[in-house]
């Protein structure tokens, strides 16, 4: 399995609320129809205004092969918005969640 993590730096409240919509409403369903996807977080800090969201991926082939879209969609935040994500990939070497986690 691999993971993507995306990081946001100095998100606003505001800009929060839009990055929190778009993820979960613009992202998410194009990457759930993404061969090889696996799951996805979005993590966020108020008090450090980052946001976070890493998206899983069956293998790199799946994971790179998402890339391009996922580019796409990084450019229109940085439109909106005016914050450049970080990209970074991970290979999981270990990942275990109880049946009844969220």
């Known amino acids: ?3 993507r993590l995306v990081r946001y730096e100095d998100v606003s409240p505001d800009n929060w609320e839009i990055g929190r919509n778009w993820f979960t409403e613009d992202y998410l369903p194009v990457a759930m129809q993404t061969d090889g996807f696996s799951g996805a977080y979005l993590l966020h800090d108020d008090e450090r205004m980052c946001t976070v969201s890493v998206t899983l991926w069956t293998d790199a082939e799946t994971e790179a092969a ?3 879209a996922v580019q796409q969609h990084l450019d229109a935040w940085e439109q909106m918005t005016g914050i450049k994500a970080s990209v970074e990939t991970y ?3 270990f990942a275990e969640l109880p049946a009844r986690a969220v």
């Open 1 to 3: 399995m691999h993971a």
């Open 66 to 68: 998402s890339g391009e």
């Open 91 to 93: 290979e999981v070497v």
